[in-house]
């Protein structure tokens, strides 16, 4: 076992598993305020933050990584913020120093399916640009840090005998509460609205499916007016009031919403019901299988932290670093 150090940086552990989920940190909501700090202050971008074994890393690598995971906006992010994306740079390092000195690597065809899956989410998110050689050899990294962790957990699994403890510890979890299939014909002007319901009353279920697809001006008039299935609580408190007071089959009068006119027909109820165990089998088993490769992934960070020798010097980073205070 090596000796390690720890330099003002306090316990840091968790945020590693973001790689496994996130492509991209999201970005603050709210109003914006100019930092008190500077993230590019260029007399302080050789400092050094982090030393693992031999290999160190600077501040103008941390602003780098800053720049690729949160988008350019990187001045407007919170101390809170930037310090958990501090803590994410170490244990991705971590990873990354651990999986060298295992002798993991990427094969030629490995980078090249990843780069490719990399630029397809790129084009998926409208971005116009291609990833540059920065971010090339940065998502290359994190490729080879998730090759480490997938052969960390490959022998992480959940048995049938877990499944089935867990279902029934959470029974509450899988109750469905009452539920409505609705339809609509949605109109602009209160005149049509009241003519559809006209052609619509006393008519059959196939007699509104018609009527919606000729007139409706909603985004499921294609479907015959079909909305479908809703729970309180999921639709504008104004228009549940109505449907939810429908008998099966039943219309509704000509209801004015900001969206229009609709005329609501109830097409079916539901009552509460528990989901059986063989329909939330695969949910409980991936939640399961989640929790484990989460416990493991935390456990291995705690072994490499006694396992390499270590510096994360917080005070040179540039801006204050907030401790995580849920550690």
Avoid at 52 to 76: A, K, M, P, V
Avoid at 209 to 230: L, Q, T
Wanted: glycine letters at 8%; a negative charge; aromatic letters at 10%.
């Amino acid at each position: 076992m090596k000796k390690f150090f720890e330099m003002g940086g306090g316990k840091i552990g968790g945020g590693i598993l973001l790689i496994f989920f996130l492509t991209f940190c999201g970005k603050e909501p709210g109003s914006r305020k100019p930092a008190a700090h500077d993230l590019h202050d260029p007399a302080a971008k050789n400092k050094i933050i982090l030393e693992i074994d031999e290999s160190f890393y600077f501040n103008s690598d941390f602003e780098e990584y800053l720049r690729i995971t949160s988008g350019d906006d990187i001045d407007h992010l919170s101390l809170v913020s930037l310090s958990r994306l501090a803590d994410n740079f170490f244990e991705e390092k971590m990873l990354l120093e651990a999986a060298r000195h295992r002798g993991i690597v990427l094969s030629p065809s490995e980078q090249k399916e990843y780069l490719a899956k990399l630029s397809g989410r790129i084009r998926d998110q409208n971005e116009d640009h291609q990833p540059g050689n920065a971010e090339s050899g940065y998502f290359s990294q994190r490729m080879l840090i998730e090759k480490y962790i997938y052969q960390l957990v490959s022998g992480e699994d959940v048995g049938e005998e877990e499944i089935g403890a867990y279902y029934e510890e959470n029974k509450r979890d899988f109750w469905k509460p009452a539920r409505v299939k609705v339809s609509q014909i949605l109109l602009k002007t209160e005149g049509r609205a009241v003519e559809a319901k006209d052609q619509v009353k006393g008519g059959s279920e196939n007699r509104f499916r018609e009527v919606a697809r000729e007139i409706s001006e909603g985004v499921e008039a294609d479907r015959g007016g079909e909305m479908g299935v809703y729970e309180l609580g999921q639709l504008p408190e104004e228009l549940e009031q109505v449907i939810f007071s429908l008998r099966k089959g039943e219309l509704s009068p000509v209801v004015e919403s900001p969206y229009g006119y609709h005329i609501f027909r109830l097409d079916e109820r539901y009552d509460p019901e528990l989901v059986p165990l063989e329909q939330a089998v695969d949910e409980i088993r991936i939640l399961l299988l989640n929790n484990k490769i989460q416990e493991r992934i935390s456990k291995h960070m705690e072994e490499l932290k006694l396992e390499m020798e270590w510096r994360f010097y917080t005070e040179n980073l540039l801006f204050p670093y907030q401790r995580n205070e849920d550690e």
